[in-house]
C-alpha cells in the first residue's frame, strides 16, 4: 500500500507584528520562506504560490549551466521571475 505523500506546504508558521510568515518543504529538503507584510491571505493562493516558486528554484538548479556552488540571488533570470511572481500577485 502506497503511503501518503506529504504535504509541503507548512501554511502560516508565526505571526510578527505586521509580518506573516509561510513555509514549504519540499521532498528533497529545500526550504521557502516568504513573509508578507500585507493582510492574512487563504491558504490556496499560499500554496499556489509556493509550488510556482518551487517550480522556478528547480528550473534554475536543473539548469546545466547553473554554477552549484552560486547564489540564487545572483542568477538574474531567476530573479527576475521571482519578481513576475511576486509582482502579479499569484497569491
Do not use: W
Not at 506529504?6 to 526550504?31: A, M
Not at 504560490?49 to 552560486?70: A, K
Request: proline share 7%; hydrophobic share 35%.
Amino acid at each position: 500500500k502506497d503511503s501518503p505523500k506529504p504535504e509541503p506546504y507548512l501554511g502560516l508558521l508565526y505571526p510578527i507584528e505586521d509580518l506573516r510568515v509561510y513555509g514549504y518543504l519540499s521532498t528533497s529538503k529545500v526550504k521557502l520562506i516568504a513573509v508578507l507584510d500585507d493582510e492574512e491571505v487563504k491558504d490556496a493562493e499560499m500554496r499556489a504560490f509556493f509550488r510556482r516558486l518551487h517550480g522556478l528554484y528547480v528550473d534554475t538548479v536543473s539548469n546545466p549551466f547553473h554554477q552549484p556552488e552560486s547564489e540564487l540571488a545572483t542568477c538574474s533570470k531567476f530573479q527576475r521571475q521571482v519578481d513576475r511572481l511576486v509582482d502579479a500577485g499569484l497569491f
